[in-house]
């Protein structure tokens, strides 16, 4: 059974950088798309960034040139270095598979990011 298991998160001023990382276990990680996605309240649950396989990444337009994805097969771990950090980027952060329709409700707890001053 999959696992997902983010952390990271905190309270950060505006302009503030944070670092999430995601321990991923039980499947076989390196074959797999990974992303990182986030929930604000009220909001459906969006994708931040996916990276695959090859370490190709893509990013959602309002991160582009501050979040970078990264991924470790070795360690079965996936990052998220978030700079520059924005009050719009609070949310609750997941990383999972990449497309969303991968996951099959297999969410991990997920970390909070906040950004306020």
């Known amino acids: 059974q999959v696992q997902f298991v983010e952390s990271g998160g905190g309270l950060v001023q505006p302009g503030g950088s944070l670092r999430l990382s995601c321990a991923v276990s039980g499947t076989t990680f390196s074959i797999f798309a990974m992303a990182w996605y986030r929930q604000a309240p009220g909001n459906q649950r969006e994708l931040v960034a996916s990276?695959?396989?090859?370490?190709?990444?893509n990013y959602e337009d309002s991160v582009k040139g501050r979040f970078t994805i990264s991924r470790d097969n070795a360690k079965n771990m996936v990052y998220l270095q978030m700079n520059n950090l924005e009050p719009d980027d609070t949310a609750v952060y997941y990383c999972?598979?990449?497309?969303?329709?991968?996951?099959?409700?297999?969410w991990g707890q997920g970390t909070q990011v906040s950004v306020s001053s």
């Open positions: 990276i695959t396989m090859t370490d190709r990444q």
């Open positions: 999972g598979y990449f497309p969303i329709v991968k996951m099959y409700g297999r």
